[in-house]
């Protein structure tokens, strides 16, 4: 799916999704999901994370992980516009101009869950740099991380958003190699947002989190046990 995801370098491209991003749906939510994509593609254009990944793809990764859960037609919608806000700042506003205020809520909340990323990305570099702290105590601050990123939000599809975001993020890194910038990602991610997804129950993110996560931080031996594996 990752590099299918990718391969979509236009709207009249999208047309093979819509049947995945709109599986379990009615007819007028399944519009509506359209909207949302036409209204992305015309937002994004080629802007980009500081991943290297264009919103875009990253913004139909993200509904496709979404429509895999099962989740409503609000979360598909908020998974696609996530970067609204920051590419319009009456972004929340137009989304719920356009979408009805429960996206332009859950998209909300995604910004805000994002405004913590600086801390969590700092304290997990903080901790491996210094290669001595106590893993006890490592442990409950990593717990009072979890804590915090689950206070601050008032809809756990949020969290789940952002956890299908991390999923995404990892996927795309399978394809292109920076290995400095994957590793602290891994790190990051086996530390904070596996451990929500195991919390959580999401056991299908939970496994490919860790999995990408392992496979980057630990190549050889990844490579080692897939071959035990395949024997």
Known sequence: MVS???SVASLSDFEQFLTTLAEGLAPAE???LRAAVEYAWE???EAMLGSGERIWSHALGMAVIIAGLKLDVESRIAALLFAIPAQDEHGIASIETRFGKPAAHLVQGISRLNRLRPITKGF??????AGEVNPVEMKAQVEVLRKMLLAMVEDIRVVLLRLASRTQTLRYYAGHSDD??????????????SPLANRLGVWELKWELEDLSFRYLHPETYMKIAGLLDV
């Not at 997990?124 to 740099?129: K, L, P, Q, S």
């Not at 400095?180 to 947002?193: C, D, F, K, P, S």
């Open 4 to 6: 299918v995801v990718h």
């Open 30 to 32: 399944a519009e509506r």
């Open 43 to 45: 937002t994004y254009g």
């Open 124 to 129: 997990v570099a903080i901790n491996v740099e």
């Open 180 to 193: 400095l910038l994957r590793a602290e990602v891994a790190r990051e991610t086996l530390e904070l947002y």
